[in-house]
Nanobody, 121 residues
Framework: QVQLVESGGGLVQSGGSLRLSCATS????????MSWYRQAPGKQRDLIAT???????NYADSVKGRFTISRDNAKNTVYLEMTSLKPEDTAVYHC???????????????WGQGTQVTVSS
C-alpha cells in the first residue's frame, strides 16, 4: 500500500507564513507528479499547485506569487511554502501523488488525509 501523510498546518494570522509537508511511504517504485489541493467548507476541492518529477511547477492564479511547491525525490516528500496568507486561504490542504507501485503496474493516484490551515484576520 501507499500512504501520504501531511503535516505543518495550523492557525496563523493574516500575512503570516506556513510550510506544509507531505511524506509518501509504502510500496513505491516511482512517483510522477505531486500536487496540493485545498477544500474550504462547503466548497469543492481545488488544485492549487503541481510539481513534476523533474521539477516543473504550475500554480492556480489564486496562489501564484505567494505559494511555492517543491519536492525531495530522495525522501518522496512534497512541500508547500505559503506566504502572505489571507483569510480566504483557510481550508483543509490535501496532497496527491501519482505513484507506480511496481514496474508492471500503471501510475495510480493517492491522497493524504489533509491538514487544516486557518488564517485569522
Amino acid at each position: 500500500q501507499v500512504q501520504l501523510v501531511e503535516s505543518g498546518g495550523g492557525l496563523v494570522q493574516s500575512g503570516g507564513s506556513l510550510r506544509l509537508s507531505c511524506a509518501t511511504s509504502g510500496s513505491i517504485f516511482s512517483i510522477n507528479s505531486m500536487s496540493w489541493y485545498r477544500q474550504a467548507p462547503g466548497k469543492q476541492r481545488d488544485l492549487i499547485a503541481t510539481i513534476t518529477r523533474s521539477g516543473v511547477t504550475n500554480y492556480a492564479d489564486s496562489v501564484k506569487g505567494r505559494f511555492t511547491i517543491s519536492r525531495d525525490n530522495a525522501k518522496n516528500t512534497v512541500y508547500l511554502e505559503m506566504t502572505s496568507l489571507k483569510p480566504e486561504d483557510t481550508a483543509v490542504y490535501h496532497c496527491n501523488a501519482d505513484v507506480k507501485r511496481s514496474y508492471s503496474l500503471p501510475y495510480s493516484s493517492y491522497w493524504g488525509q489533509g491538514t487544516q490551515v486557518t488564517v485569522s484576520s
